[in-house]
């Protein structure tokens, strides 16, 4: 009997986790970073390769920092909505362009459209990787001190636009 129970009891724990597993929404992954600081890092832009920045240069106000390559299919579906984004001027859009080539980026933009304030280029990856991505397109919210409060995983929707990040920069702005 013993030799039945313990591999059934094994058996409902395991079928217990998948359950709990199946519920979870995969875009909803939890970053070590909400709360914490913002990992400093000095790029050159994408545009003005004599230019650097740093987010530094945006302490003091909150922005977003949207992280997308010209390969990424999912930024073509996320992209008409960061356009849209951008007109309303919420926030500046940092772009970092993630593990892909100068050229081919700067001629996406410009054929897409660049909601972005300006882009800066993560040739290496070595930048996301210290912001944890996971895979593009990603997007932070960083606040006045510089401070990650929020991250999406995947293309940006209409919908987490109008319900998380614009609810959310505006508290952080105060208004």
């Not at 006045?144 to 920069?169: C, E, N």
Request: glycine share 8%; hydrophobic share 45%; with cysteine.
């Amino acid at each position: 009997m013993r030799r039945f129970l313990l591999p059934l009891i094994v058996f409902v724990v395991l079928v217990g986790f998948l359950a709990v597993g199946l519920r979870l929404n995969p875009r909803e992954v939890p970053s070590p970073f909400i709360g914490k600081p913002a990992p400093q890092f000095t790029l050159s832009q994408l545009h003005q390769a004599e230019s650097n920045f740093s987010p530094k240069d945006l302490q003091g106000q909150v922005w977003l920092l949207n992280v997308w390559a010209s390969w990424c299919v999912s930024c073509r579906q996320e992209h008409p909505v960061l356009v849209e984004l951008s007109r309303h001027n919420i926030a500046p859009i940092i772009g970092l362009d993630y593990k892909d080539e100068r050229e081919p980026a700067k001629a996406w933009l410009a054929e897409n459209g660049d909601p972005y304030r300006f882009s800066i280029w993560d040739r290496e990856g070595k930048v996301g990787i210290d912001y944890g991505v996971y895979g593009v397109p990603e997007t932070f919210v960083i606040d006045k001190a510089g401070v990650v409060r929020m991250k999406h995983i995947g293309p940006l929707t209409q919908t987490v636009v109008s319900q998380k990040i614009i609810p959310l920069v505006k508290e952080l702005n105060g208004a």
